[in-house]
Structures are given as structure tokens and as C-alpha cells.
């Protein structure tokens, strides 16, 4: 009796240890939501979570200043690619946003501002062979101002 207990904690322990590795592999497999630039970031706050749908969709949006530019980042001037992939998630978070209505539409203002400064750039990442995951960088270096729109399906 006493040695069945042994062997059940035993299992326990394995399936814990198993379970823990397989979760700790998992999340490595999945990028940080600004690791394109994380070690340049000074300050970033989420300032839209979605609701979470079906599995891991989720669009949400990031405020980040930099303390540094990097050469590594690919922004690129503002164009009718960036047009189409922005208006699509702004149009998406608007739907999302329910009972925060104002918030939304006062952080899609400030957005919409950082877009027609001068100087303001862009950088699309994709993740996944459909797209499970792309991210929108939307950055003007002279006022140290960006956004990160994420949507994961």
C-alpha cells in the first residue's frame, strides 16, 4: 500500500515535469509581441486587449517609444500595402470594442494622427505560412512615437 503511494507521487511528478517542459517549449515557440525590437524599446503599454475568440485570436494594440533606432528595423514609408493592412484592423478593432466605444475611438484618433505626421513609417511582420499572426509597426522617429497593432488567428 504505502509502496503504490510512492508510485502514484512518482507519476505525478514526471507527468508535472513533462508537462512543464512541453508548455516552456511552446511558449518559445511563439514571438514576443514587440520582439522585432525588444531590445530597443524604452517604454511600451498595451492599450487594447480584445476579447479572445475561438483559440488564440486576438487583436491587440501596443504604445512604445525607442531608445534607439536599429539598422535591423525595416521601416518603410507609408503606402497603399500599409493603407489596406491598417484600415483593415482599425476597422476590426472598432467592431471589437462593444462597451469601450470611446476609448477605442480616442486611440484610433491618435493613431490616425501618428499616420499623417511627417515622417512616419511602417513595418509588417508575418508569422505562419497563412498569416497565423502579423503585426503592424507604425513609428515617427522624430517625435519617438509608435504603435503596434498584433492580430493572431
Known amino acids: ?5 510512492k508510485r502514484i ?3 505525478f511528478i514526471v507527468i508535472a515535469v513533462v508537462s512543464g517542459t512541453i508548455c516552456f517549449w511552446c511558449y518559445q515557440q511563439v514571438p514576443n509581441d514587440l520582439s522585432e525590437m525588444a531590445k530597443n524599446v524604452a517604454e511600451n503599454k498595451l492599450e487594447f486587449k480584445s476579447k ?3 483559440g ?8 512604445f517609444s525607442l531608445e534607439k533606432m ?5 521601416f518603410k514609408d507609408l503606402d497603399e500595402k500599409f493603407k489596406d493592412k491598417y484600415e483593415n484592423l482599425i476597422d476590426m478593432m472598432k467592431i471589437d470594442a462593444d462597451e469601450k466605444k470611446e476609448d477605442v475611438a480616442g486611440l484610433c484618433k491618435q493613431i490616425a494622427k501618428l499616420t499623417e505626421t511627417d515622417g512616419t513609417k511602417y513595418m509588417y511582420v508575418r ?3 497563412i498569416g ?6 507604425i513609428y515617427n522617429a522624430s517625435i519617438n512615437k509608435g504603435y503596434l497593432l498584433i492580430l493572431e488567428i
Not at 536599429?70 to 525595416?74: A, C, G, N, R, W
Open 1 to 5: 500500500m504505502h509502496r503504490n503511494k
Open 56 to 63: 488564440n485570436d486576438r487583436l491587440d494594440v501596443y504604445s
Open 52 to 54: 479572445r475568440s475561438f
Open 9 to 11: 507521487m512518482l507519476i
Open 127 to 129: 508569422y505562419g505560412e
Open 70 to 74: 536599429s539598422k535591423d528595423m525595416k
Open 132 to 137: 497565423q499572426m502579423s503585426k503592424l509597426y
